[in-house]
Each structure stands twice: as structure tokens, then as C-alpha cells.
């Protein structure tokens, strides 16, 4: 019913910002809270943020607020993840993911983030 691409991701520097999105396919896309993870190798996946249906109800996990901005843009089926003031702690595969029924069932493929010092 959903099908996500993520893509934005790259190699930078400490300190740098990147602008990842998520491209959803389905005509449900825009009912259904959306979430950022990150996942590294020998770790769980990590929660980063999620915004509701209606842009409201935005929730960061500790480790990013005040440095990573979650937007979605319904007319387009995306979601978009602003990173900004990247750290070494971050480097991480990012994965878009939606909620349905309060899971999220439907993941991207992911997209690397690579931050070096």
C-alpha cells in the first residue's frame, strides 16, 4: 500500500548540515504519522523523530533536538529530515519509516549518513 525512498544522504564533516527526504507512494501516505530512524551496525534501530498527518505532534528523540528539524509536505507524499550541526555521533543509516495502527510496518531502504571529525 506504502512505498518509501529515502535519499540525501552523504559524507561530511563535523558541524556540516545535510537535508534528507523520503518519497512515499500510496494515496493513504498523508493519514499516517511519519518517523526518521537510524540504525548502525550491532545496534537497534533508533528513533529520531516523527510528525503527525497534519504537520503538528512533532517528537524528537533527546540526542537531536535543537539540531534536526522533521517536515513533511503532503501535496508531494514527502517527509523531509533537516540535520544541522552534524556530529560523529551521527553517522548512521537513516531510514524513513509509517505508522499504521501505532507501528510503524513500512520502512525506505535507507540512506547513509557519514560524519567525520
Known amino acids: 500500500q506504502v512505498q518509501l525512498v529515502e535519499s540525501g544522504g552523504g559524507s561530511v564533516q563535523a558541524g556540516d548540515s545535510l537535508r534528507l527526504s523520503c518519497a512515499a507512494s500510496?494515496?493513504?501516505?498523508?493519514?499516517?504519522?511519519m518517523g526518521w530512524f537510524r540504525q548502525t551496525p550491532g545496534k537497534e534501530r533508533e528513533f529520531v523523530a516523527s510528525?503527525?498527518?497534519?504537520?503538528?505532534?512533532?517528537y524528537y528523540a533527546d540526542s537531536v533536538k535543537g539540531r534536526f528539524a522533521i517536515s513533511r509536505d503532503n501535496a508531494k507524499n514527502t517527509v523531509s529530515l533537516q540535520m544541522n550541526s552534524l556530529k560523529p555521533e551521527d553517522t548512521a543509516i537513516y531510514y524513513c519509516g509509517v505508522n499504521v495502527r501505532d507501528s510503524y510496518g513500512y520502512w525506505g531502504q535507507g540512506t547513509q549518513v557519514t560524519v567525520s571529525s
Open positions: 510528525i503527525r498527518w497534519s504537520g503538528d505532534s512533532i
Open positions: 500510496g494515496r493513504t501516505f498523508s493519514s499516517y504519522r
